[in-house]
């Protein structure tokens, strides 16, 4: 049988299949029903150093064929909760446990919190508003040079693995990657979620509560493959360092797994899909994997690992 085993940093997998955060990642039964599938690995929901609750509904819709629509608010337990629960807790699979704050400074509390009480590796969502005035029209991962000071306190304040997660919604994703390796970032995560809006013409007012949203689904998948071509080819071509990149972006078969493994992803998250037939499209997609690569002949992740990049190269 093909060997679909992946070791990265902090994260020895026994498949690239990994839960994406925010969808049902935020509890331990939630995270153990998950472990339990055919999955590889689980990213927790995104934890903020207070507890949050989640925004006005609706939260999540489906706004078209393949197209999701969400604005949640980044509801969570909390640092303290969350830590609480990985003190508690041990998870079948390996956990990236993702974080969020409202400045560097929060950041590393939530990290260092978290990484007392166990976290192997940490997620660092960049598509939060910073909390310095003047800054929030933007996130985070808008501002290179915010990447760079969040992932180095980061970074100065724990000592686990960290993967830098990006945001689909600026104009040189290389010049965001760079900055998160400046600040000592192990790995990266893309994409997060396309800014959105979506009206009802019966009502003349958006869909979602809180108005503005971020797209995923199926209709984001060729957005995020491009975003994880330039990041790999800029790796060839010496401009980044040769670092894991997890794939994220309306994977629903195994076949969309393997495009983003041939452009260069080493694992894969899975997020969205989850809606249509809950964790137990980790089993499908791993049997079709498992399928696809006997077929193809790769005897392993390796073998077609940033394939589709060659007729690529030349491109900048
Ligand atoms: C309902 C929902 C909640 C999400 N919450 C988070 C979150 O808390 N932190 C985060 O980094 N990404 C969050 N995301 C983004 C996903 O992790 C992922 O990057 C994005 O949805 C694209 O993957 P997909 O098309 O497989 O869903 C959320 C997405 C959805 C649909």
Redesign the pocket.
């Known amino acids: 049988m093909a060997n679909l085993g992946v070791s990265l940093p902090g994260l020895e997998m026994p498949n690239p299949l990994m839960l ?4 049902q990642g935020g509890n331990a039964a939630a995270l153990h029903r998950v472990a339990a599938t055919a999955c590889g690995g689980l990213v927790s ?2 934890i903020g150093p207070e507890p949050r609750e989640m925004y006005p509904g609706p939260v ?1 819709v489906e706004a078209a064929e393949g197209v ?1 629509l ?1 604005a ?1 608010g ?1 509801p969570n337990p909390g640092a303290d909760a969350f830590a609480q629960l990985l003190q508690e807790e041990t998870f079948s699979k390996p956990l990236l446990v ?1 974080i969020f704050g409202g400045d560097a400074e929060e950041y590393a509390l939530v990290a260092q919190k978290l990484v007392a009480a166990g976290a192997g590796s940490l997620e660092l ?1 960049l ?1 939060c508003p910073h909390a310095k005035p003047g800054s929030r029209a933007l996130i985070i991962g808008q501002q290179p040079e915010l990447i760079q000071e969040v992932v180095s306190a980061v970074r100065d304040a724990v000592d686990v693995p960290l993967y830098a ?1 990006l945001s689909p919604n600026t104009t040189n994703i290389v010049e965001d990657a760079t900055a998160a390796f400046k600040g000592g970032a192990d790995g990266l995560s893309l ?3 396309i800014s959105a809006l979506e009206v009802d013409p019966h009502v003349g007012r958006p869909v979602i509560g809180n108005l503005l949203c971020g797209m ?2 199926p209709a ?1 998948r060729p957005v995020a493959q491009r975003k994880v071509a330039e990041i790999s080819l800029a790796m060839q071509r010496g401009e980044l360092p040769d670092a894991p990149i997890l794939g ?4 629903t078969t195994a076949l969309d797994v393997a495009r983003f493994i041939q452009l260069g992803a080493s694992a894969v ?5 989850l809606i249509w037939e809950d964790a137990a499209v980790f089993d499908r997609i791993h049997d079709e994997l498992v399928e696809f690569m006997e077929t193809q002949g790769y005897a392993d992740l390796d073998a077609m690992k940033g394939i589709a990049l060659d007729s690529l190269e030349g491109l900048s």
């Open positions: 994406a955060s925010g969808i929901k995104s999540c999701v969400n949640m980044l993702s969502n598509s997660k994409i997060n979620t995923s689904g984001v994220i972006g309306g994977i998250q899975i997020g969205s899909a």
